[in-house]
């Protein structure tokens, strides 16, 4: 990655970072507090990637204002009554509250499940150092990251999973982050660890809920190390309001026959990324990574989905799926690399594209770098308007024109949003999908 | 003219799992044989194995054509020895006219055996009328090897490079499975056509279908890799009554 | 592309050449006229002075060479290509080397220096009209420099010019100007730039309205001098309904360093008429080891106007470094652009390569069919843009992006870039990796061809969609190259 200009904003986060240095205590592991020091090292090192020319990774979506504003970390207040409203919520699963990035214990449910704890991933990191050393920071890497070092050098509290050897989960774990009301220009950085003991399987739904209308600046890392044969469902949630950068970053690393199946719904920020990389590391492991994204307006989401084939028997398939509307832009960078010597590796790759108004942009770039010959890899795009054949099929029954533009945008976004597990999860998207369907700029088929 | 003598075969690269187990079999020049037996016996095992397929490994004794051992050679160098194999499963090859492909192969043939090759103009008089012969439509020829091509049609496609390449000993592996009656009854007039006193056929079926269309001299059961029974075509119609039971293990020693 | 610190002495190490494949690989003995090593503004008014040009193409070229020079001190040499090699020193090469011939420029065939004649019949290019290929009229490039021309004085019956560069900039001056960067500006980039400084001679085409060319104009290209930089520029103008179909082919000697050649393609194709451009490039793609061979680092664009259709095809099999994206502007509406591709890396050769449609006009349409073979170390990367822009209401692109590996030494990526501003637009990309399967190629051993002969025809199989765009001839010959260049590949 470039090394960027360092920007006057800089100074911002590194008092932030001082703060944090300070308020280390002897509670603190020493471990963990030298990881947030390489963290920040690494930061102040390379900086926002902002620079323009060359810049691959950022090459569809600009952080200039990264350079000119400042967030800075504060915490609001919300009641248990109104996150039971702002997302999906059931008294059976485990649920994490995370408030403007900090763990909040006194609004989270159910937090010792049978063979599943979820706790707070600082107080934890003394008790259950030899799980959390050798997996925080090692599966999501700072090198070269800028908000994956930011996230880690400042994360608060934090949210881990355990879930012990061979223990099948029924109920998921739901953690939602929460960005309250009442102050602009806030930073947040939720963390996440999830560690999968061998052969167990669980589900993990990350909800990133904004109820504030200014700008913030979202900060989340998530990473799962997952143990040989485990299998992590993770579905993830990202409603923003159209001012926020939320910067996302999903990581994993397969041992032998690990599975990590990731689904996610984005949606309004002003600039959104969702950066996933899944590392095949060891034979038979598999990914899916699937997501819908739908922008409005002026919005702006990146979708960096990428995964290494290291080992033979692997199998990934990235699938993603984009609405645009307005004058809104989205990309999707897809990435999958085959090893020498990963034979027998399956990747799918595939982005489909549905453009509803001129003014809007879709970067599609899904590649493949391959270096082993006995392989089957394939890829695909596309982009397009709604089908009119299938739009004059539908009015033919009797179907007004809007309600079939509806139907035809609505079963477009459905065959990811069905994926979403349990039902009442996909049926809080599709109720979202109500509003903001009709909402969307789409030169009036909608 | 075919002589194989206790072969033995498996699936290459895998240690255990031996397909055929001391096979023996003779075929005499202008014979027809049959191969019948039940799933998993070895039949196609052999009939690929005959062809010199890498996916399998002699383990032991020999295949000798007219006394000559032809266990090491390539499976391009049997067929330039008369041996040619109608596959139960063609690939298919894309942008690989079945015109240039039979003009390719003629032409090896020709040249490996010393013969004067075909001339463009020579070699489609001769696939025109083999193409006639088969019935097959002459549309498929323009596309494709074996593209997108029916199950019916990829089988009429191996009768048409059987016919073009006249072999010595023709196998032909499960050429009568999944074929309508029509199909069948063309796969039969081209072997019957092409039955001479100096080529042999060897038919590997599970039922005894083909055979009413094709009566053959010689009828074998191949079960776990031997050849467990061998008769005439009253063998074939037994069959066909009793199924396959009578030959197969006793149920105490299928387990072992 | 990533320009390593490794000195360029590492690509010129002693290397026994005699077991070299490359059947072009002769060097023909000729006098060469040449101007010193090294690049600076002397080079440049020493060349334009050598070709007795006109004041506005020295200024032309000066302005390039300043641009060049900023380009240079800002590194803005492409980095962005999978490709490796050393870093190149501009200074240490040649740019500008001519046979050099008693008089002026030969007034006929039988004028052309014997030992050039034979050259390019070494290479199948027999130039004597009396030996002239069928239908097709010969522009020879040697060295840079057009040697001659066959049937030159037929196609002006017709009013078609073909000839050289430097022929056209004295003949039709006011042709050059008109066109010269207007479809690859001088600033377009590192190594156009280069070539607009540089460039020595190459080839002129203009197909006046209506006029469709009854024949095949096809540029035979050779690299001789060792050390020498190639740099032609090819201009082809096809004015108002006019219609024409260019092949260029290429080949370079055995050499242990490694040649530059940076040449630019310009293609006019005004409203309503058609260009066909065909390249078979056998550039010496280095040694087995990777010693040597063509650094082959190409612009060529064309801009299609209204109903105006221009397309592609390439069969890339040699140079040790391809990096060429030939390229369609379709401005006009109803414009049409086509690529066709087939490249080869194997042994050690690298090669990033693709297209650019820029999509501008109403109702433009473009087909993407590329193809990539590895084998041995070889690095084949398609990179390709699709770009609609906002205007360009009802825009359809269809690409097809087909991958062959063979052996588990090689690599075969795909890096396609599409960016859509226009909701009206229909857009399939569509990629796929593959291995010739055993089950096919017993299939065909099974009938007697050989394990050779057997992934040949699976691979020109495979390649079909693209060499069924070529000429005839041409189709022959990319298709035998395809055989050679794989040699010791497969089997």
Redesign the interface.
């Known amino acids: 990655m470039t090394t960027a200009a360092i920007s006057p904003t800089i100074a911002a986060y590194a008092s932030e970072f001082a703060a944090v240095r300070a308020s280390a205590n002897s509670n603190s592991s020493s471990w963990l507090t030298s990881l947030r020091e390489s963290a920040w090292a690494e930061f102040e090192k390379i900086g926002f990637p902002t620079t323009r020319r060359?810049n691959?990774t950022w090459k569809y979506t600009d952080l200039g204002r990264l350079d000119r504003e400042t967030f800075s970390r504060s915490f609001g207040e919300i009641s248990l009554a109104e996150v039971k409203s702002a997302a999906p919520w059931s008294d059976d699963w485990q649920t994490a509250v995370v408030v403007d990035g900090k763990f909040v214990a006194g609004l989270s449910n159910n937090l010792s499940g049978a063979g599943v704890s979820v706790t707070e991933l600082e107080a934890s990191a003394a008790a259950d150092e030899a799980v959390i050393k050798s997996a925080l920071g090692q599966v999501a890497k700072v090198e070269g990251n800028a908000f994956v070092a930011l996230n880690t050098a400042l994360f608060s509290g934090g949210v881990f999973v355990n879930v012990a050897a061979g223990v099948e989960t029924e109920q998921p774990v739901h953690i939602i982050n929460i960005v309250t009301a009442g102050a602009d220009n806030r930073a947040s950085y939720p963390r996440t660890l999830v560690t999968a003991g061998a052969n167990s399987k669980a589900s993990v739904i990350e909800s990133f809920i904004n109820l504030s209308d200014g700008p913030q600046f979202v900060v989340p890392v998530i990473e799962v190390s997952l143990g040989e044969g485990s299998t992590v469902t993770h579905y993830r949630i990202q409603l923003e309001n159209e001012k926020t950068i939320h910067l996302g970053t999903t990581r994993t690393v397969h041992p032998a026959n690990a599975v990590f199946n990731s689904t996610s719904f984005a949606t309004g920020p002003a600039i959104g990324r969702n950066d996933v990389h899944t590392l095949l590391a060891e034979p038979g492991a598999e990914t899916t990574l699937h997501g819908l994204y739908i922008t409005n307006g002026k919005s702006h989401q990146d979708n960096e989905i990428s995964t290494t084939h290291e080992k033979p028997h692997g199998t990934s398939h990235q699938y993603y799926k984009g609405i645009?509307a307005g004058k809104s832009r989205a990309v999707f960078s897809g990435r999958v690399v085959v090893k020498?010597?990963a034979?027998k590796t399956l990747a799918e790759q595939k982005d489909m594209?549905l453009?509803?108004?001129?003014?809007?942009?879709?970067?599609?770039?899904?590649?493949?770098?391959?270096?082993?010959?006995?392989?089957?890899?394939?890829?695909?795009?596309?982009?397009?308007?709604v089908d009119k054949n299938m739009l004059f099929y539908l009015m033919s029954r009797g179907v007004s024109r809007h309600d079939a533009a509806f139907m035809l945008v609505a079963g477009f976004a459905g065959e990811i949003v069905d994926e979403f597990q349990p039902a009442q999860v996909s049926e809080f998207l599709y109720k979202k999908l109500e509003t903001i369907i009709p909402g969307l700029d789409s030169?009036g088929i909608l | 003219m075919l002589e194989v003598t206790n072969l033995h075969a498996k699936v290459a690269d895998v240690e255990n799992g031996e397909i055929l187990r001391g096979l023996n079999m003779t075929v005499n020049p202008g014979e027809v044989h049959a191969i019948m037996g039940p799933n998993g016996g070895g039949k196609s095992t052999f009939a690929n194995v005959l062809a010199g397929r890498t996916d399998y490994e002699v383990t032991g004794g020999d295949i000798k054509l007219d006394g000559e051992s032809i266990i090491e050679l390539a499976p391009d160098e049997r067929s330039h020895k008369g041996i040619f194999l109608a596959f139960q499963y063609p690939a298919e090859i894309p942008g690989v006219r079945p015109w240039q492909f039979m003009k390719a192969a003629l032409d090896a043939q020709k040249e490996a055996r010393g013969e004067k090759k075909l001339s463009v103009r020579e070699f489609s008089k001769l696939f025109d009328a083999k193409v006639k012969q088969v019935k097959i439509n002459p549309d498929l020829m323009k596309r494709s090897l074996n593209e997108g091509f029916s199950g019916g049609e990829k089988k009429r496609n191996e009768m048409l490079q059987l016919a073009t390449l006249e072999p010595r000993l023709a196998v032909l592996d499960e050429t009568d499975s999944g074929l309508d009656v029509d199909a069948m009854r063309i796969v039969a007039e081209s072997v019957n056509a092409l039955r001479s006193p100096d080529r042999s056929f060897i038919l590997v079926t599970h039922y005894n279908r083909l055979l009413h269309h094709i009566v053959p001299d010689v009828v074998h059961v191949l079960v776990k890799g031997q050849l467990v029974q061998t008769g005439g075509p009253e063998l074939a119609v037994e069959i066909e009554r009793d199924g396959y039971k009578r030959f197969m293990p006793e149920p105490a020693a299928a387990g072992a | 592309m990533t320009s390593s610190k490794t000195p360029p002495s590492s690509i010129s190490r002693e290397t026994d050449l005699s077991g070299m494949e490359y059947r072009w690989g002769f060097v023909t003995d000729v006098e060469s006229d040449m101007a010193p090593k090294g690049l600076n503004e002397d080079t440049v008014r020493f060349i334009s002075a050598k070709k007795n040009e006109p004041e506005w193409l020295l200024e032309w070229r000066l302005r390039a060479y300043k641009h060049w020079l900023k380009l240079e001190a800002n590194d803005a040499e492409p980095?962005?290509a999978k490709v490796k090699y050393p870093a190149i020193d501009y200074q240490d090469m040649y740019y500008y080397s001519a046979p050099r011939s008693k008089d002026a420029a030969p007034k006929s065939m039988d004028e052309v220096d014997p030992e050039l004649l034979e050259a390019f019949e070494k290479l199948g290019v027999p130039l004597h009209e009396r030996q002239k290929l069928a239908g097709v009229a010969v522009d020879a490039v040697f060295d840079s420099v057009s040697v001659a021309t066959t049937f030159a004085d037929k196609l002006e019956e017709l009013g078609i010019i073909f000839c050289s560069f430097n022929e056209a900039v004295q003949k039709h001056p006011e042709l050059v100007k008109k066109y010269l960067g207007s479809v690859v500006p001088y600033t377009d980039n590192f190594f156009a730039t280069l070539n607009s400084a540089v460039f020595s001679d190459g080839s002129f085409a203009y197909i006046p309205p209506g006029v469709k060319c009854p024949i095949e104009l096809m540029t035979y290209f050779r690299i001789n001098t060792e050390g020498s930089g190639q740099f032609e520029r090819t201009l082809i103008v096809a004015d108002k309904g006019a219609s024409v179909s260019y092949l260029e082919g290429c080949t370079a000697p055995v050499r242990k360093t490694s040649q530059l050649h940076a040449a630019v393609v310009e293609l006019v194709a005004l409203d309503d008429s058609e260009i066909k451009y065909s390249t078979v490039q056998n550039w010496f793609p280095g040694t087995k080891e990777g010693v040597g061979g063509v650094y082959n680092f190409v612009t060529k664009r064309g801009r299609a106007d209204d109903r105006a259709k221009i397309s592609w095809t390439q069969v890339e099999t040699g140079s040790a470094i391809t990096w060429k994206y030939p390229s369609v502007i379709l401005k006009g509406d109803d414009s049409v652009g086509e690529f066709y591709s087939v490249a080869l890396a194997n042994n050690h050769q690298q090669a990033d390569t693709g297209t650019k449609m820029i999509h501008m006009g109403r109702n433009t349409k473009s087909t993407i069919v590329a193809k990539g073979i590895s084998a041995g170390f070889g690095q084949n990367t398609y990179r390709g843009q699709v770009k609609?822009m906002?205007g360009a209401e009802n825009a359809t692109n269809h690409t097809q992006c087909d991958?062959l590996?063979?052996?588990?030494?090689?690599?075969?990526?795909?890096?396609?870039?599409?960016?859509?501003?226009?909701?009206?637009?229909?857009?399939?990309?569509?990629?796929?990796?593959?291995?010739v399967s055993d089950e096919q190629l017993f299939y065909l051993m099974q009938r007697g061809i050989s394990e050779e002969e057997a992934h040949h025809m699976i691979i020109t199989g495979w390649s079909r969609d693209v060499i069924r765009e070529l000429p005839f001839e041409f189709a022959m010959e990319a298709s035998q190259l395809l055989k050679v260049s794989l040699e010791g590949a497969v089997g």
């Open positions: 060359g691959e645009l020498p010597g034979m594209n453009m509803l108004s001129h003014g809007a942009e879709i970067d599609t770039k899904p590649s493949l770098e391959i270096y082993a010959d006995d392989v089957k890899c394939a890829h695909g795009a596309t982009a397009g308007h030169e | 980095t962005w609609i906002p991958s590996l063979i052996g588990d030494k090689c690599g075969a990526h795909t890096v396609p870039y599409i960016e859509v501003q226009n909701p009206t637009a229909r857009l399939e990309h569509e990629a796929s990796t593959s291995k």
